[in-house]
């Protein structure tokens, strides 16, 4: 094969959907692959409807997502006289033309085909007028009116447009600026792409696209149109279905690698696996498993594979991708190994980033006020004496492993005649303020001695007091 050179073109005019990251990730999967080059290029031709903060917005949802690009970013806005030169170049061919019809009368002809119930199409006035470049003319692409364009798709098998039903596409506005269906073929002949990984909403262009190819006598790249991406009602995936912009999924405390496992099995299978590592995605990805059916979202799916991921982790590496999430809830300046036992005891219980920042709270600030319907419940008359007893028992400890601590508690129940929860939940309640937390023997070896002293007590004089 020749060198694959992929690329990913996104049009600036909002953030990174996911369906935008599902087509950055085949391609950058495709040329890990083959040891190839993935570029990015900044489709910026429409002035009007792109804008600078989203092109700063993609760049970093796909380093975010680790889809790092070899190349790049191009951006069309910086190549005009690139379109201007290819344009030269098919005028002179004889493979476009200039054209003179006004706006407002190519927009009413539009509406009349439409009124008649018809696919407005450009009649071809100009087409044979001989009209030269001047001020307010429009270049044309000749389009042959007979023939097939067929090609071989890389994912969805052979495909062909009768070219009677293409019009004479504009490649240069009047404004002199290149359309998308010219920008992108210039762009990917000069830039020797190999190989076009895009949604399948692209397909009507690609005949278009082709012609251009076959006028500049250029080789034609493989095209491979992926099936799009649909919410679970089958309709259009939109916010609707929970499906939100990539950086969305960062700030709700998803792995960059969850997002990427995930999208990489929306329309590509290896098997029946699920759960890949990124070497095993670069290994094994390849076109010829890609579907030809939409596929749909699920995100009870996406939390459930992040929440294998927050278990796989090892703990250290964890911790360091939560300090952010703890900051945003105000915890600061952690020591690294207190927040790795921290995680540990929490992880299998999350299935996110922010919940786990939420969960890991109690371990950093004072638990009070404790949450009311617990200490109601909990921090009673009754459980004072049973704290005293808890309290004394583990200023004894002689150490906090998860052997002295069953023991002692299961000791001081037999001693008091309580139930062991009746001595449990009292405790949790002074150490985390609500009823449901790790293993109490967890919470007591990370938060250590002291604290759980000084917390125990705490609890006591709440007791008093109410
Ligand atoms: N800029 C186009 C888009 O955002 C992509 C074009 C292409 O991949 O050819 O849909």
Redesign the pocket.
Known sequence: MVQVRT?????P?GALHLG?AH?ALFNWLFSRHHGGVFIL?I?DTDKERSQEKFVVEIQESLQWLGLFWDEGPYRQSARLSIYREFARRLYEAGAAYYCECEPEDLEARRQAALARGEKPRYEGRCRERGLGPAPHRALRFKTPQTGMTVWQDAIKGVIAFDNQELDDLVLLRVDGLPT?NFA?VVD?ITMNISH????E??IP?TPR?ILIYEALGSPLPVFAHMPLMLGKDRGKLSKRHGALPVLAYREQGFLPHTINNYLARLGWSHGDQELFTAEELIRYFSLDQVGKSPSVFDQEKLLWMNSHYLKEMPCPDLARILVPYLAQIGIDSIAPDYLTQVVATLRTRVKTLVELATAARFYFVDPRPYEAKAAEKFLTPRAAPLLREVMRALAAAPDLSEATLSRMLQELAAQTGEKLVNLAQPVRVALTGRTASPSLTEVIAVLGKNEVLQRIENALHFIEKN
């Open positions: 690329r990913f073109s996104p049009s005019t935008g087509t290029r489709e998308y992108v990917d076009i990984i895009r949604g909403d692209h262009n696209q």
